[in-house]
């Protein structure tokens, strides 16, 4: 019985640590220029002028207009970065206001690298920021007449950790203050990613695979592509797609099936840890999981449904190409 234990322990603790200070590092060559260009900006007026700018986007789906620079910080960067300029905000919104947040950052983040990794597997600029950016701002629309319709989620959401910034102007309680939440953020890394750990462990990730593939063959993805997008859809973007540019390489999964299976993970990805992070600002489980799960199912049918009537000439020339060996 002991020795299971610490086979188990060893096996959670292997190589954990390391994985754990090199994302922290990879995020913190990311956020530390982040936060200075954002204080620059803060002292010289421009985050109102960017929350004016994205004033309309935010009001479309029921939110407050500075809540445009945590999503457009998420759309440059990644989930992490977003999520700390949220956090460093002292804007108090309801569940169902978070939820719709949530869906946001879910949908569309981390663009300039994952736009190129679907460019790779020969899916259009175009048509991943419109599927990306277009889903975003649709799921979150029809959140927010659902939730408003039903006066739903309407209490205050509770954060996990909710950084409260320094009353002190100085720009040394800035910085002290600032230091304090990289620190809170490494904490909030090693416990997320101990987690993960843990549920690929006690297989929740081959749990969901094994629950995704009728899904996946409702939507005609073909049984090639099937275990690549599950990868895919549990693990991000960069997993999922690294194996479908190799597949299509080797001419295994035409160009079609590629162009479905991406358009998929475009909109479902990283189904475990991202939703993790949402979940530590507040958001409803029952909508960025199963809700994220259903609308991307509607749309994919939707774009599955359309494609069946378009002749491959047309969707080469418009939607995708073969990947050359």
């Known amino acids: 019985m002991n020795?299971?234990?610490s086979r188990w322990i060893g096996l959670l603790w292997n190589g954990l640590w390391k994985e754990i200070i090199d994302v922290t590092w990879t995020l913190y060559k990311i956020m530390i220029p982040m936060i200075i260009v954002i204080k620059v900006i803060e002292?010289?007026?421009?985050?109102?002028?960017?929350?004016?700018?994205?004033?309309?986007?935010?009001?479309?789906?029921?939110?407050?207009?500075?809540?445009?620079?945590?999503?457009?910080?998420?759309l440059v960067t990644n989930m992490y970065a977003g999520l700390v300029v949220f956090m460093s905000m002292d804007a108090d919104l309801t569940v169902a206001q978070v939820s719709i947040l949530g869906t946001l950052l879910l949908l569309a983040h981390?663009?300039?690298?994952?736009?190129?990794?679907?460019?790779?597997?020969?899916?259009?600029?175009?048509?991943?920021?419109?599927?990306?950016?277009?889903g975003g701002l649709l799921m979150g629309w029809i959140l927010?007449?659902?939730y408003q319709s039903g006066d739903l989620l309407n209490t205050t959401a509770q954060t996990v950790w909710k950084h409260t910034p320094t009353s002190d102007p100085s720009y040394m309680a800035w910085a002290l203050d600032q230091l304090q939440s990289l620190a809170m953020i490494f904490v909030?890394?090693?416990?997320?990613?101990?987690?993960?750990?843990?549920?690929k462990l006690l297989g929740i990730e081959k749990l969901m695979g094994v629950l995704l593939k009728p899904i996946l063959s409702v939507l005609g993805i073909s049984r090639e592509a099937t275990n690549l997008t599950v990868v895919g859809i549990t693990l991000g973007v960069s997993f999922g797609g690294g194996l479908l540019i190799n597949e299509a390489k080797r001419g295994h999964i035409s160009?079609?099936?590629?162009?479905?299976?991406?358009?998929?993970?475009n909109l479902l990805?990283?189904?475990?840890?991202?939703?993790?992070?949402?979940?530590?600002?507040?958001?409803?489980?029952?909508?960025?999981?199963?809700?994220?799960?259903?609308f991307s199912v509607?749309?994919?049918?939707?774009?599955?449904?359309?494609?069946?009537?378009?002749?491959?000439?047309?969707?080469?020339?418009?939607?995708?190409?073969?990947i050359s060996r």
């Open 3 to 5: 020795k299971r234990i």
């Open 110 to 134: 981390s663009l300039p690298v994952e736009v190129a990794v679907a460019k790779k597997a020969g899916v259009g600029i175009v048509a991943t920021l419109v599927i990306r950016l277009g």
């Open 269 to 294: 990805h990283s189904l475990i840890e991202d939703t993790l992070l949402v979940l530590l600002i507040g958001a409803d489980f029952m909508t960025i999981f199963w809700g994220r799960i259903v």
């Open 43 to 74: 002292e010289f007026g421009g985050i109102e002028l960017l929350s004016h700018w994205l004033s309309p986007v935010m009001s479309l789906v029921g939110l407050p207009s500075e809540m445009g620079l945590v999503w457009a910080t998420t």
């Open 144 to 146: 927010h007449h659902i």
């Open 255 to 265: 160009p079609r099936d590629i162009f479905v299976a991406m358009m998929l993970l």
């Open 188 to 199: 909030v890394i090693a416990a997320l990613m101990t987690l993960l750990r843990l549920l």
């Open 298 to 322: 509607a749309v994919i049918s939707v774009l599955v449904f359309v494609l069946k009537r378009m002749d491959e000439r047309t969707c080469r020339k418009y939607l995708y190409k073969k």
